[in-house]
């Protein structure tokens, strides 16, 4: 890790044999460290092109660019882009059978209700679910243009769509349909909670 390594070997020298599944702090971390790592590539980037633009986003509507393009790469890091910190490190498998996609539904979810722990089946289902609905509420207010209910949803699935073929042929996750329902549905729900907040403040605004 390059930003929080220190944090690790703290937690680990602390708390690695107490805590159960501390692979999943482990995975969190390091997925946050990478995260930071490109997202300062991404700011570089993008103040090159803010630069070079002469129609600029408000302030407000510029920060929530930052917010979207930073929880984006947080997902991709924490979901994908786990054996790997740069991208010469990536190694693709091309030659894994496509029987190993899971394209029954329910089929993997169903197996998990019935697994000794039942950290896994609150991962998939509820954790599949909580990391889409920020999207589902970014998504919107980033790209105001297009805040339909059908758009935002198309997008999360194509996204969550992305991440299951990359963890196919990085081999760093299960592909499974049952996740990209699962985002999609966070998706959905993220876009209600924004709409609901828009109503809200518009009333507000009203009096």
């Known amino acids: 890790m390059l930003f ?32 930071i790592f490109y997202f300062l590539i991404f700011a570089i980037l993008r103040l090159i092109w803010l630069l070079c633009v002469r129609h600029r986003r408000s302030v407000s509507s510029e920060a929530l660019v930052w917010v979207l393009a930073f929880y984006a790469i947080l997902i991709l890091m924490f979901t994908t882009f786990r054996n790997s910190y740069f991208p010469w490190q990536i190694n693709l498998h091309f030659d894994r ?59 999360g699935m194509i996204f969550s769509i992305i991440i299951e073929c990359l963890q196919f042929f990085l081999e760093t996750g299960v592909s499974d349909i049952d996740d990209v329902f699962f985002n999609t549905c966070g998706m959905m729900l993220g876009y209600l909670l924004y709409w609901l907040g828009k109503k809200i403040w518009q009333k507000f605004r009203s009096f």
């Open 4 to 35: 929080l390594g220190p944090i690790y070997d703290i937690l680990a020298q602390h708390y690695a044999m107490q805590i159960n599944h501390f692979a999943l702090v482990k995975l969190a971390l390091t997925a946050f460290d990478k995260t």
């Open 97 to 155: 059978p496509l029987s190993e996609i899971n394209l029954v539904f329910m089929k993997e979810t169903w197996k998990l209700i019935y697994a000794p722990s039942r950290v896994d089946f609150i991962y998939n289902l509820f954790g599949n679910v909580l990391c889409f609905i920020p999207l589902g509420i970014l998504v919107p207010l980033v790209f105001s243009k297009k805040q339909t209910f059908w758009w935002t949803t198309l997008i």
